[in-house]
Each structure stands twice: as structure tokens, then as C-alpha cells.
């Protein structure tokens, strides 16, 4: 990101990154507690309004994210039941909407599995080996994973646990839940749900905020209904 400071402390639109995005989860009133994994060298923490935030709990991060979000659960053993529902969104998605939150939550409310938000491919994909085509690859078939990811605590603790011990590829939350033999399920999300990883993310996501600030305006300017 050619920074002095980590992705999720850059501001855009004179916030950080994970002010934004805290947020946006704080708002979901179904949302009974957050664990935020931190490296333990983090110095900007502090910085945000969220340190003694009564939702929020600080957790100690690891090497790599399954590492991160094993620990977040295992902050949260205390306070979730193994059947719970749990959220794992990455720290830099800061344009996740509410609505996209609530329509996961409604569409696996019974979901024997679980699932997560994702965008269907519209570019033509390539399979290359040395610089070079070797098929097309259908692109009906393909989906971008988003988060947040959705599933049951104890399945997910699990599920990453006993995959990291085994050295299985975990990607995302997902990926460690196929790994047991399941399928979650794909529900679409917003395409403005990016997250940032390029130093021009940042103006892009403020773009977007913008655009979704003037989305919700009429319903703002409306008021409650009587």
C-alpha cells in the first residue's frame, strides 16, 4: 500500500478503514458481539473510538487469516453457544452494506451448512501454464468470494482447527468448511463490496460510500413511518 501504517488504519473519507467497517457491523442490531483480531505490535488500535465499546472485544492475531479468525472464536468461546451463528468480514471490506448483511442472515437462517456473500464472473477465464492458453474455462461455474462468511460456531471452530493441524489449503472460512465434506451456500452480493489492496482501492471506496450515502438519503429524508 506504500504506507507508513496497515491497510485497515488508512482513511477515506476522514475515517480509517476499520472505523468504517466496525460500523457497519455495529449497526446490525443482531450482531451481539465482534471479535477484532489484532497483531500484538498494533499501535493504532488505540486510535479508534472502540476500545472500551461494550460489542467489541480485542483478540490477538495470527500468521495467517485462519490463524486470525480460529483465535477470534476462541475469544468468543465464552459468550457463543456451538450452534450459534457466526460472521467472519474482512477488516478492509468497509463498503459492506447492511442490507447485504441482513439478506445473509434471512437467506441461512435455516441453512443446514452455512454460506457467504459472492459475485458471479463476468470476464472470459483463461487456464495458462508458461505464459500460455490451455482452455477457456466457463465462467457460469465461478464465483469471487466475499465476506461476510456465515456459519455455525462450533462447525467453523472446528472446521479450521482440525484443517490447520492437517495443513489443508485454507483460503477463507469456506474453503475450511468444504474441506469437512460440506457445500455453503452462494448468496449475491453488491459489487461494491471490494476490499482494499491496491493504494487506488482507497479513492474507489470512497466512491462508493458516496454513492451509497445518496442511496439511502430519500429513505433518511422519508422518516419513520406512522
Known amino acids: ?33 465482534i471479535a477484532v483480531a ?26 495467517e ?11 468468543l468461546s465464552k459468550l457463543a453457544a456451538p450452534m450459534d451463528w457466526v460472521l467472519v468480514h474482512d477488516a478492509a471490506r468497509l463498503c459492506i452494506t ?23 464472473v463476468s470476464d472470459t477465464l483463461k487456464r495458462v501454464e508458461a505464459g500460455r492458453v490451455l482452455e477457456t474455462t466457463d465462467r457460469r461455474q465461478i464465483w469471487r468470494a466475499q465476506t461476510p462468511q456465515m456459519f455455525r460456531y462450533e462447525a467453523l471452530r472446528t472446521a479450521l ?21 460440506l457445500k455453503p451456500r452462494i448468496i449475491e452480493g453488491r459489487p461494491d463490496n471490494i476490499k482494499i489492496t491496491r493504494p487506488e482501492d482507497l479513492g474507489l471506496a470512497a466512491f462508493f460510500l458516496e454513492e451509497q450515502m445518496k442511496e439511502n438519503a430519500p429513505n433518511l429524508a422519508q422518516g419513520p413511518s406512522v
Do not use: C
Open 38 to 63: 489484532l497483531g500484538p505490535l498494533d499501535g493504532y488500535w488505540e486510535e479508534l473510538p472502540f476500545d472500551n465499546h461494550p460489542r467489541i472485544l480485542r483478540a490477538e492475531g495470527g500468521q
Open 1 to 33: 500500500m506504500a504506507s507508513d501504517r496497515p491497510k485497515q488504519y488508512l482513511e477515506v473519507l476522514g475515517k480509517p478503514v476499520l472505523q468504517h467497517t466496525l460500523e457497519r457491523l455495529l449497526a446490525v442490531p443482531d450482531i451481539s458481539a
Open 161 to 181: 482447527r482440525e484443517g490447520l493441524f492437517e495443513g489443508a489449503l485454507i483460503t477463507d472460512e469456506a474453503s475450511a468448511i468444504e474441506w469437512t465434506g
Open 98 to 120: 447492511q442490507s447485504d448483511i441482513l439478506k445473509l442472515m434471512k437467506t441461512l437462517s435455516d441453512d443446514p451448512v452455512g454460506g457467504l456473500l459472492a459475485l458471479p
Open 65 to 75: 487469516r485462519a490463524d486470525s479468525v480460529l483465535m477470534g472464536l476462541d475469544h
